[in-house]
């Protein structure tokens, strides 16, 4: 996945593998001590010898010059990083894999993504702005090799996921999103799992496990149909949380329908005279994801059943 470099924000390293530094002709490489042999072929060495001997742990936050911008990537440490194959170091792009992606949050790296959600650079990755990352990929390889930094190229076929709907491939982009805690909720979540009369059986065991690992609950979704998320965002992009304008869009939804959601412009749904520090020029923009339906599927009850008088708890819902 060339098009992933312009990403690069770190190399992962793992702290208890051996590296050594190996010369070859006129140049220096750190790689995996049980990697080299493997390396020499591959990349038809045809004499090297190794100069030093270190720790993974060794390089934790030393800097590396990235290898097509002006910036430096930082060496980190990760369980991720194996013998399999490669070199024992593994470029990290935060913005473009989960392993990344973590191993970029213990380290504060920047979540870069220079691709969008087209599949399209972005300006972030400079030079390549404005073609499709597949296309990246070519461009990349040659300008690794005119910089140098090309040591051998082969390709590979990826077991990748793909869409179930198209059958096509999927990328992975870190995006913005708004999560629920569930944190104060996972203890009588897990005493109400324990009350259902599951059929099959086994759901009991699939939900169970479902909440017990998780702390978050994702609740945005990009699509153009469902309830919207009642947030509005100021002219310097801070999100404007607030429980009067909420109410405010509740009470619009109530008399007119969430449709106007997307029939209004942000000033429109909001408060009369509602003014934000952020916005000098009160100019607001509101936001376009929708909440997951799921969250309506757990809550609508509350509107359909409760604040209309209806018998609750419901025979069938």
């Known amino acids: 996945t060339p098009w992933t470099i312009p990403a690069n924000l770190g190399i992962c390293v793992n702290a208890d593998l051996e590296y050594v530094t190996v010369a070859v002709n006129d140049r220096k490489f750190i790689v995996a001590k049980e990697l080299v042999e493997s390396l020499s072929k591959e990349l ?9 001997t270190y720790k993974g742990s060794d390089f934790e936050y030393m800097k590396a010059k990235h290898p097509l911008f002006d910036r430096e990537s930082l060496l980190i440490l990760g369980d991720h990083v194996t013998l399999d194959a490669g070199t024992g170091l593994v470029h990290t792009a935060p913005g473009h894999g989960e392993d ?7 380290y504060n790296l920047e979540v870069l993504c220079p691709v969008d959600y087209r599949g399209y650079m972005t300006k972030d990755a400079f030079e390549f702005e404005g073609m499709y990352y597949e296309d990246a990929n070519k461009a990349v390889g040659q300008k690794l090799e005119e910089k140098g930094a090309l040591l051998g ?17 999927i990328i992975f982009r870190a995006t913005e999103q708004w999560f629920a805690s569930i944190e104060a909720l996972k203890g009588q979540m897990m005493e109400q799992i324990k009350e259902v009369n599951w059929l099959p059986a086994w759901g009991e065991v699939r939900l169970g496990n479902m909440i017990k690992d998780r702390a978050d609950w994702c609740i945005s979704r990009q699509r153009v149909w469902g309830v919207p998320i009642p947030v509005f965002y100021a002219e310097d992009g801070e999100a404007i949380l607030d429980e009067s304008v909420i109410n405010h869009v509740a009470n619009l939804f109530r008399e007119k329908g969430s449709n ?3 029939e209004l412009e942000a000033e429109e749904l909001l408060p009369a005279g509602f003014t934000h520090p952020g916005s000098p020029n009160g100019k607001f923009r509101k936001e376009t994801d929708i909440m997951d339906v799921w969250f309506d599927s757990g809550s609508s009850h509350h509107s359909v059943l409760v604040e209309r008088g209806l018998p609750y708890p419901a025979d069938l819902y």
């Open 44 to 52: 038809n060495w045809e004499t090297y010898e190794i100069l030093a």
């Open 100 to 106: 990344d992606f973590n191993a970029g949050r213990k």
């Open 153 to 169: 190229l082969k390709f590979i076929t990826h077991s990748y996921p793909h869409d179930w709907r198209t059958k096509k491939p």
């Open 260 to 262: 106007i959601w997307f």
